[in-house]
């Protein structure tokens, strides 16, 4: 079993940033993909960034060119730095696992992107 924390959301003004991290520990066998997707308020969950062993990386265009996926492979930690933050963004963002096969889920952190 994998568990995932994330961290780093909040209240932002538009046009601000904030940096989500999303840290893995647990049974930890062979990661293949590290992503974030988020739910709005009365809608599904969708797509927001992903990124592969070897550093690919692919994004929503809603968030392309502002939003940054990284990782950090030694600590099993994936972070989406995010800019120029929108009132659209505000949403519950979840970071999302694929390892050996399975797919894990965090609890979800709170964007609020509002003035």
């Known amino acids: 079993q994998v568990h995932l924390v994330e961290s780093g959301g909040g209240l932002v003004q538009p046009g601000g940033s904030l940096r989500l991290s999303c840290a893995s520990s647990?049974?930890?066998?062979?990661?293949?993909?590290m992503g974030w997707y988020r739910q709005a308020p009365g809608k599904g969950r969708e797509f927001v960034a992903r990124i592969f062993n070897g550093g690919a990386t692919n994004y929503a265009d809603s968030v392309k060119g502002r939003f940054t996926i990284s990782r950090d492979n030694a600590r099993n930690t994936v972070f989406l730095q995010m800019n120029s933050l929108k009132p659209e963004d505000t949403a519950v963002y979840s970071c999302n696992v694929l390892d050996n096969g399975a797919s894990y889920w965090g609890q979800g952190t709170q964007v609020t992107v509002s003035s």
């Open positions: 647990g049974s930890i066998s062979s990661i293949s993909a």
